[in-house]
């Protein structure tokens, strides 16, 4: 066996030692997806298996005060850090590769460098921040926005999850102050760099590994209707409230207007009450995601399903209210670190921007000079068991990182 032949089978079974003791964690046999929503158990054991593993490298893990996770290779306190990771938290049912790959990869490439000698003149940390699906609490990317102070915390504390569970409850029961939520300026200021690695949640990318431009703006609104809930067999056709009418009716609408403007628009999720089979529903909630390639669309999108829902609740006797739930503006990540990853991973690597959002986001958006890497997914599916990416591509994805680490680091 060739030397070549020899580092990549040892990478691959790094690789795989690693990805195998994460992969069960919160995995749904009967899906094949994940459940490891925030501060559930099984986010509580991948987050235990991080700390396992950052301590098994020799790495200072702290949590802060927003619950987010940090492993330090050098002291954060000389600042100008360079920083990667990503998140740990899925959608319900989702892949295992969105944000776990980041992490995954985060910690093989400090093994990489280590392999190589590397001794880093800037601070290299490893970051899991909480919630980035905004899957339990509703907002996304809530760890980060917290940290960055892009969201109010006395907010974030009442925050519920589908059990009427608070943030703040959360919190607690994990061991954390509720009362200490908030922005870390000192934290963040400490970071020169962040680069997150993650998968690509399309089909963009025909080799292993490429470099983000941006992420289009993009949020999420809460659509309450409210009707009158009665009996199913007695009530007269024109006698009948029913916010389902109006909610069926707002998923046609967000649906239109996205392919009218050239947007992308989903309602993947609806709470109706009292949800039964027989009953005319009360009320029906329903959640709107929407994401444009430029400001002035998502706006206009969402007036438009504003206004048609409203012309339709008068017809149906019911009541509305669109409230947004967190929204991100455009991102263009810093074009000079960007620049820094193509030079150092080869002039032919692909650069592409996201509909997608992602801690990296947020920081960039707080001032931090921050990218990403992504890596090639074939099947192009994400927040579904369907994502995947190869055990080859992710090797090349630690490369990669490894690569940008040493060259902004050491
Ligand atoms: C994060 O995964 C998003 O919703 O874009
Ligand atoms: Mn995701
Ligand atoms: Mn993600």
């Known amino acids: 066996m060739s030397t070549v032949d020899a580092g990549r ?7 795989r ?28 054991a991948a987050r235990k298996w991080f700390v396992t593993e950052a301590r098994a490298r020799g790495l200072a893990v702290e949590t802060d005060r927003n619950g987010n996770l940090w492993a330090w290779w050098g002291d954060p306190a000389a600042g100008d850090a360079v920083v990667t990771g990503s998140h740990l938290d899925s959608v319900p049912h989702g892949g295992g590769f969105d944000g776990a790959l980041g992490v995954a990869s985060a910690l093989l490439a400090v093994d990489a460098l280590r392999a190589r000698n590397a001794s880093p003149r800037r601070p290299i940390g490893i970051v899991v921040f909480t919630e980035e699906e905004g899957s339990r609490f509703g907002v996304a990317c809530l760890g980060s926005r917290l940290l960055a102070g892009a969201v109010d915390p006395a907010r974030a504390r009442a925050l519920t999850d589908a059990s009427g569970t608070t943030l703040a409850q959360a919190l607690a029961e994990a061991g954390l102050d509720p009362a200490g939520i908030g922005p870390e300026p000192d934290r963040l200021a400490r970071i020169g760099a962040f680069v997150e690695l993650h998968i690509e949640q399309g089909r963009q990318l025909s080799r292993p590994v490429g470099v983000a431009s941006g992420i289009w703006p993009h949020g999420r609104w809460r659509l309450h209707v409210a009707g009158e809930g009665n009996h199913a067999g007695t009530t007269l056709m024109a006698d009948r409230r029913d916010p389902m009418l109006t909610a069926a009716f707002a998923v046609l609408a967000v649906n239109k207007e996205a392919r009218l403007l050239g947007a992308h628009a989903t309602v993947g999720r609806l709470v109706v009450h009292p949800n039964a089979t027989n009953a005319v529903p009360e009320t029906v909630t ?7 390639a430029e400001q002035s669309t998502l706006d206009l999108l969402v007036a438009n399903v504003r206004r048609r829902v409203a012309e339709r609740a008068e017809r149906d006797g019911t009541t509305v209210e669109l409230v947004a739930e967190s929204v991100s503006p455009a991102v263009d990540f810093d074009a000079a670190l960007r620049d820094r990853l193509v030079a150092a991973l080869g002039p032919d690597t ?17 001032g931090v000079p921050a990218a990403m890497l992504f890596v090639r997914n074939p099947t192009g599916v994400s927040h579904s068991p369907a994502e995947h990416a ?4 992710c090797v090349a994805g630690v490369a990669a990182l490894a690569r940008v680490l040493e060259e902004l680091a050491c």
């Open 9 to 15: 089978d040892a990478s691959r079974d790094a690789w």
């Open 17 to 44: 030692s690693v990805w195998s003791s994460l992969a069960p964690i919160g995995r749904d046999p009967a899906s094949g997806g994940y459940l490891r929503l925030s501060w559930s158990p099984a986010d509580l």
């Open 286 to 292: 329903a959640w709107v995601d929407a994401r444009a």
């Open 350 to 366: 692909p650069v592409l921007g996201t509909a997608a959002g992602h801690d990296a986001g947020v920081l960039a958006t707080a």
């Open 390 to 393: 190869t055990d080859d591509d």
